[in-house]
């Protein structure tokens, strides 16, 4: 296992050093790989759990989207769309604190589907699951499951209540022990602090974590997180290069957030060691258009070899 940095040095460092540390060893590590993958909202809304920061939670008054699973049709043509604009991994994504049991069946279908008839890699969030039904995603195509830890294990308690900082872990555990890969990550600007930031790349270390996405609170009204103040771009700045020196190995990937947390600084977050994007839109949100994220992505890489 690789040594971990020292974490109290690593934030004693002007922002500037740190973001210069923190690309070499994106570039020494990872080398000019950037990735790009797109998530589909295949059900929508009345979520039992009250994720504080979630506009699809059934606890709150908002204009997310309600709708059940979408069927076969929809889904593969968002598939065949992801493949088109250069993701190479799609993402089934849906409300609830885990997949309904009678909707497993066509999950596991429309899995198998995509994989024979786009081709392209299949991810799954369907919430909190056991090792069956992981099983059965892998089996059918699945090759990695997102579930993230949101935040720290000691700030958890702030952003839900409905469920625990140790069932997600619980889930994690269990798709690593059925062969799949996990991607994890959480938000920043929850009203979390650094030192949460930091204990959650901590716990991501332990999980052997290669896939970390990071959000950027949008604080959508009628959810409790409505009035948080933004992070400072700064603040993200830094946190993004510690997560990339913590996890040095490990995809980095932006996501929702990215466009109005960063602003024209965007492209400073892929010189702190960032190295992945999602693109075509996020659950309840629009991103910015695929063909300017495309563009993007190859600018920076051009910025790298610079």
């Given at each position: 296992m690789n040594q971990l940095?020292?974490?109290?040095?690593?934030?004693?460092?002007?922002?500037?050093?740190?973001?210069?540390?923190?690309?070499?060893t994106k570039l020494a590590r990872r080398g000019a790989s950037f990735s790009l993958c797109s998530i589909i909202n295949a059900k929508s809304g009345r979520c039992s759990e009250d994720c504080h920061f979630c506009a699809q939670s059934a606890h709150y008054q908002t204009e997310?989207?309600?709708?059940?699973?979408?069927?076969?049709?929809?889904?593969?043509?968002?598939?065949h769309e992801a493949k088109k604009i250069g993701?190479?991994?799609?993402?089934l994504v849906t409300s609830g604190r885990g997949l309904a049991n009678e909707d497993l069946p066509q999950v596991l279908d429309i899995i198998r589907a995509i994989r024979k008839e786009v081709g392209i890699k299949?991810?799954?969030?369907?919430?909190?699951?056991?090792?069956?039904?992981?099983?059965?995603?892998?089996?059918?195509?699945?090759?990695?499951?997102?579930?993230?830890?949101?935040?720290?294990?000691?700030?958890?308690?702030?952003?839900?209540?409905?469920?625990s900082f140790a069932d997600r872990l619980a889930t994690i555990k269990a798709a690593q022990a059925v062969g799949l890969s996990v991607c994890s990550g959480g938000i920043f600007g929850l009203?979390?602090?650094?030192?949460?930031?930091?204990?959650?790349?901590?716990?991501?270390?332990?999980?052997?974590?290669?896939?970390?996405?990071?959000?950027?609170?949008?604080?959508?009204?009628?959810?409790?997180?409505?009035?948080?103040a933004p992070?400072?771009?700064?603040?993200?700045?830094?946190?993004?290069?510690?997560y990339r020196l913590?996890?040095?190995?490990?995809?980095?990937?932006?996501?929702?957030g990215r466009e109005s947390a960063l602003g024209d600084f965007l492209s400073s977050a892929f010189l702190a060691g960032a190295d992945g994007m999602m693109i075509g839109g996020y659950l309840t949100q629009r991103g910015r258009s695929p063909e300017a994220d495309r563009q993007f992505a190859e600018d920076i890489k051009q910025l790298w070899s610079i």
């Open positions: 940095p020292d974490i109290t040095n690593l934030q004693a460092l002007p922002l500037a050093e740190l973001m210069r540390q923190a690309l070499a997310a989207p309600v709708y059940p699973l979408l069927d076969k049709a929809q889904i593969l043509a968002a598939a993701a190479s991994r799609f993402s299949v991810c799954a969030s369907l919430g909190i699951l056991g090792a069956s039904e992981l099983g059965q995603l892998k089996e059918a195509g699945v090759s990695r499951y997102h579930h993230n830890l949101e935040s720290s294990r000691e700030f958890f308690p702030q952003v839900c209540t409905s469920h009203g979390e602090s650094e030192a949460d930031r930091l204990s959650m790349a901590m716990s991501l270390v332990e999980y052997g974590i290669d896939s970390v996405p990071i959000n950027i609170l949008i604080p959508l009204p009628g959810t409790p997180c409505a009035g948080v992070l400072p771009i700064a603040e993200i700045l830094r946190s993004i290069a510690l913590i996890l040095p190995q490990a995809a980095i990937r932006l996501a929702a």
